[in-house]
């Protein structure tokens, strides 16, 4: 049974285009993220949503954008797709309660922009 | 505001040998500090995490960690590498209220075991 599942695993498209990324986690976590993770393996922190707050970070583009049907889903769409999006982004949830509750990590989103 | 910085991108060691993988941070409020590992083409795996309580941590598959204030540092060891244990590894500090309580990654450490 996947704690945190992410869908597509591989995702290619046009500069230009508009996709969405799924993710679903089954933990009953009251907070998501997303993070992106670039061709040198560094991760960003991109996103953190539970239903009372949305954190931003600050060097996001407002092309991204977290939407949450539930408590259990937190979608990234992006808007207008460009080279420079190309990388593997990562869905996580936690209990936000107790800053010692770690995170649980999707498999991954890689996505190729041509 | 936090940070965490790895010591060496890759570390090579033999089959066998003891493996120190290292994290130094940087926080303005006590830290929460994980290592997490990175199998290739998967998603990250918690290892271990310090939370205040005893400073000597023991996670999975061998690993632990001893956090010194001191030090400003949480390095990851393991006293007998296995082929098994080549992957990228990555130390995370999390404050524990306000903004600081986003999850800072390092910048990842290859580990690569040699036969």
């Known amino acids: 049974d996947t704690a945190v599942s992410q869908t597509p695993k591989y995702l290619v498209t046009q500069m230009g285009n508009d996709k969405s990324i799924k993710c679903e986690q089954n933990?009953?976590?009251?907070?998501m993220y997303w993070y992106k993770q670039d061709s040198k393996k560094f991760l960003k922190i991109m996103f953190s949503?539970?239903?009372?707050?949305?954190?931003i970070n600050e060097t996001v583009p407002n092309r991204f954008s977290p939407k949450s049907p539930d408590k259990a889903h937190l979608n990234l769409h992006i808007n207008s797709l460009e080279l420079g999006d190309s990388a593997v982004y990562f869905c996580?949830?936690?209990?936000?309660?107790?800053?010692?509750?770690?995170?649980?990590f999707g498999p991954g989103t890689r996505l190729t922009v041509l | 505001a936090q940070s965490v910085t790895q010591l060496g991108s890759h570390v090579s060691v033999s089959e066998g040998a003891l493996v120190l993988l290292r994290c130094n941070y940087s926080s303005s409020v006590p830290p929460y500090l994980f290592w997490y590992v990175q199998y290739p083409n998967q998603g990250l795996q918690l290892l271990l995490k310090y939370t205040s309580a005893a400073t000597l941590v023991k996670g999975i598959n061998g690993f632990e960690a001893e956090f010194k204030k001191s030090e400003t540092s949480f390095h990851l060891t393991k006293p007998s590498a296995h082929m098994s244990d080549a992957a990228e590894y990555f130390c995370a500090v999390r404050g524990a209220s306000g903004s600081a309580r986003q999850l800072t990654f390092g910048s990842g450490t290859q580990l690569t075991v040699l036969p």
């Open positions: 933990l009953g976590h009251d907070t």
């Open positions: 996580a949830s936690s209990q936000v309660r107790g800053a010692g509750n770690e995170q649980f």
């Open positions: 949503y539970n239903n009372k707050e949305l954190i």
